[in-house]
Every structure is written in C-alpha cells, then in structure tokens.
Nanobody, 123 residues
Framework: QVQLVESGGGLVQAGGSLRLSCAASGRTFSTRIVGWFRQAPGKEREFVAAITWRDDNTYYADSVKGRATISRDSATNMVYLQMSSLKAEDTAVYYC????????????????WGQGTQVTVSS
C-alpha cells in the first residue's frame, strides 16, 4: 500500500561517498519504520539502517555504523541514506522498505519495498 522508489545508486570509488534516496507515497500514515536493506549476489538480504517515522530514532547495522546516516524529510516523505568511506563490500542492490510494525530487523514485517538501486564500489 506504501509505494517506495529508490534512487541515487551508481558507481563510486572506494573511499568515496553517495546519498541514496527513497521516496515514499501512498498510505504513509501507517508506516512506523522505514528501513534500508541491501543484497549482494549469493547473499541474503541484510539490514543496513532504519528510522522510525514519527520520532526519528535511528538504527544501524554494525557493518555500516559510523559510515552511514539515515535521515528523513517529513515534509516530502523522503528518506535518505548517506554513506561514506565506501568499501568494495558495500557493493549491493539497496532497497528501502516500510513496515507498520516496530521490528525493524525482521525482514518479514516489511510489506512495502522499492525496486532497488544498484551501488557498485570499485576498489
């Protein structure tokens, strides 16, 4: 019911930075958490970061903590993932997702997903 569209992916050199965007529309009133996940070939989709829709609490995976910042613009229903000091292991398709629940780590609770945006980090 919530529509999500990611953008901002691309090719970046190791050590560089980029900013991913997620545009949310539709039944955003039901959203409690928007999360970013990523999936590399041959690997499971993994949690990257999340933000609570109403109070701006943020959560990060250990793999990106200190290098990633999730934020939102409530006026435009945009969620951003700013990443820096990028590593080759950050290469993946990045997805944003929305859930009306509070279990931000449980991928099964996210009912709305974007199409994904490819991030490729060259080393």
């Amino acid at each position: 019911q919530v529509q999500l569209v990611e953008s901002g992916g691309g090719l970046v050199q190791a050590g560089g930075s980029l900013r991913l965007s997620c545009a949310a529309s539709g039944r955003t009133f039901s959203t409690r958490i928007v999360g970013w996940f990523r999936q590399a070939p041959g690997k499971e989709r993994e949690f990257v970061a999340a933000i609570t829709w109403r109070d701006d609490n943020t959560y990060y995976a250990d793999s990106v903590k200190g290098r990633a910042t999730i934020s939102r613009d409530s006026a435009t229903n945009m969620v951003y993932l700013q990443m820096s000091s990028l590593k080759a292991e950050d290469t993946a398709v990045y997805y944003c997702a929305a859930t009306p629940y509070t279990s931000y780590l449980n991928i099964g609770t996210y009912g709305s997903w974007g199409q994904g945006t490819q991030v490729t980090v060259s080393s």
